[in-house]
């Protein structure tokens, strides 16, 4: 199952995001439907038995496609950053998938890693 989401800051599209999820998972659950979920997919996923043991990243930058600039409000082709995350249980059981396209104005990106 996928939902789609559009981040605004102050009224202004600054992110899109698509994140996928296991039928078996999401099927049945405030995931599976459209609008905000209370406390956040995260904390609903948590309550599944779904905690996030591993993240695995990777980011670009690019030129917005046609549709992303439209939907972002940005002239063609201006930057964005790509950011896609796959969470992974502790057995490495892949549970949520997530594309984010950010427009790079105003965005920092911190992690801090922790070896086990």
Not at 7 to 30: H, K, N, Q
Request: hydrophobic share 45%.
């Amino acid at each position: 199952m996928v939902r789609r989401r559009t981040m605004l800051l102050e009224d202004r599209p600054v992110e899109l995001t698509d994140s996928w999820y296991p039928t078996d998972i999401a099927a049945g659950t405030a995931l599976a439907e459209a609008g905000k979920i209370k406390g956040g997919a995260v904390t609903l996923l948590a309550d599944l038995g779904y905690a996030v043991y591993e993240a695995r990243e990777e980011i670009e930058v690019r030129g917005a496609t046609s549709q992303e600039a439209a939907e972002l409000r940005l002239p063609a082709g201006a930057p964005v950053i790509i950011l896609r995350r796959t969470s992974l249980t502790a057995d490495e059981k892949p549970f949520e998938a997530s594309v984010m396209v950010m427009v790079p104005e105003g965005r920092r990106l911190r992690y801090r890693l922790i070896a086990g």
